[in-house]
């Protein structure tokens, strides 16, 4: 399976982390996003005329939306993620992955503007990434109260990874988490799991010191 | 504080290769300025008043200055080596102090906990000894006999070695890394960061590379440099104060931040305020 990949790309990274969790083995061809514009290039836009990246690669198949990667990746490797063992599961998964492109419209053209220097009306990108940021911890919290640790579901889904990298890197974007708990909860518990693998913006947890223990004869 | 000391310096406002005649509108230390190529093929630096700004093209980016230069842009001679790789890393914006910018990129003892399994990993984390000198008559910062255990120091590197750096100052918002060639030993890669000041919190970062490596395609050259950069960013934007601090009752440094403590010493001698914090608040 091929990606053309761009290191720095959220949606680049959705189907790179979704890959490491689910353990497949990608083929990365690097893509000169910036400053080439190489996604505007002949050879991508024949392979993908919306001129956008990632693009994943599978024999005839071609799949140039994160979302679908990352079902197809889950489909083949570990359908659990798919959360479709109910119809209200499945349901709910839909509704987040449709819910992503927001964030990828919003706290991702920031991020964007603010990094990369590209064109946008800055607060009106900003605003729209913090409603959906508060629509995400209303969310949260309700899963909370249901005993639920991830957005669709108690176990990861495609969902998870779906919103997950815009919603972490939003401070790139000039948007701060520090308002959101249930959030930065949810992206401690995804952090933590088995085979994660981090973006730059995005560190690893570094292992937790061992508990202190009280000093024998200490007063 | 003020930007006059530094307003003679010159300073990167855009990539070479990406200059054209539409232009491109971007400032310099919060004068608005106009980057293009002139009918001439040459770079046409406009001020904010319309007036014309002094231009150069050296090192993959056009170079201006808000004042009158008194001296040329620096020399970097390993750059002229024949048979360089020469990488334009491209813009990436932070919100933070240009001598920021520059300070972190000073700093070794991060490598672990930010640049982790990439420049450093723990439990490798100790700073041996270097050497700092301000070199009175370059008029410059150097670090030398910096060595670090680097997990994957390059993108040439294969494995963990040791490397050896040495680290320039050569204006208030420039630095250049020398550091060990894994395919040519006795030569050193030459890695810099190009600080553009649009305001004393907010810059752009154009990093630049000239590397002997025959065999990285560029693609992979430009995403190794992204990746460390953009690593840094997050931490550079949550720095407190955002301004960097020279007074020494500020911060307490240790032995591994001797060439932090030679940078901040030689801004404050000269004058380089911009960006800075003379006086803890």
């Known amino acids: ?219 | 504080m003020t930007r006059d000391t530094m307003i003679d310096g010159w300073y990167p406002v855009s990539l070479a290769s990406q200059l054209d005649a539409h232009g491109r509108s971007t400032a310099l230390m919060g004068e608005p300025i106009e980057v293009r190529r002139g009918e001439d093929g040459n770079a046409k630096v406009t001020g904010g008043n319309g007036r014309a700004l002094p231009a150069c093209i050296r090192y993959g980016h056009v170079w201006s200055s808000l004042g009158d230069p008194q001296k040329p842009l620096f020399a970097i001679p390993e750059a002229d080596q024949p048979g360089r790789r020469l990488v334009d890393v491209g813009v990436v914006r932070v919100r933070c102090s240009p001598l920021r910018a520059v300070e972190n990129f000073l700093d070794i003892a991060h490598f672990p906990f930010v640049h982790t399994d990439i420049l450093g990993a723990e439990p490798h984390t100790e700073v041996q000894n270097y050497k700092v000198e301000i070199r009175e008559d370059e008029d410059e910062v150097w670090a030398t006999q910096v060595r670090f255990y680097q997990p994957q120091a390059a993108k040439s590197a294969e494995g963990g070695i040791t490397t050896e750096y040495m680290y320039r100052v050569p204006a208030p918002t420039c630095s250049i890394l020398y550091k060990t060639c894994p395919p040519r030993p006795g030569e050193w890669d030459v890695i810099t960061l190009f600080v553009q000041p649009l305001a004393e919190d907010l810059c752009d970062v154009w990093p630049w590379m000239a590397l002997f490596d025959d065999e990285t395609p560029m693609t992979d050259l430009i995403h190794f440099q992204q990746t460390i950069f953009v690593q840094d960013r997050s931490i550079l934007e949550n720095q407190i104060p955002r301004l960097l601090p020279l007074d020494p009752g500020m911060e307490i440094p240790t032995r591994a931040d001797l060439t932090s403590v030679a940078y901040r010493r030689w801004l404050k001698r000269h004058g380089y305020t911009y960006g800075a914090q003379l006086v803890a608040q």
């Open chain 1, 1 to 219: 399976m091929k990606l053309y990949d761009y290191v720095l790309s959220p949606s680049c990274y959705k189907a790179r982390l979704m890959a490491a969790l689910v353990g497949v083995k990608l083929d990365i061809r690097p893509v000169d996003f910036h400053p080439g514009a190489e996604h505007r290039g002949p050879e991508l836009m024949a392979l993908n005329p919306a001129g956008s990246i990632p693009i994943l690669e599978d024999g005839d198949l071609v799949l140039t939306e994160s979302s679908a990667m990352l079902v197809y990746l889950a489909a083949k490797a570990a359908p659990q993620w798919l959360g479709n063992d109910t119809a209200g599961l499945a349901a709910r998964v839909q509704q987040w992955l449709s819910f992503s492109h927001r964030l990828t419209a919003s706290l991702g053209a920031a991020r964007l503007h603010e990094m990369l220097l590209r064109p946008g009306n800055i607060d009106a990108l900003q605003g729209q990434g913090t409603a959906a940021l508060r629509e995400l911890e209303a969310g949260l919290v309700e899963q909370h109260i249901r005993g639920q640790r991830f957005l669709a579901s108690d176990r990861p889904t495609v969902a998870d990874i779906a919103c997950f990298p815009y919603v972490a890197l939003a401070p790139d974007g000039g948007v701060s988490l520090d308002p959101y708990p249930a959030i930065r909860l949810w992206s401690r518990t995804i952090r933590g799991l088995d085979g994660f693998i981090e973006m730059p913006g995005i560190h690893r947890l570094h292992e937790l010191k061992p508990e202190p223990v009280p000093v024998v004869g200490e007063a």
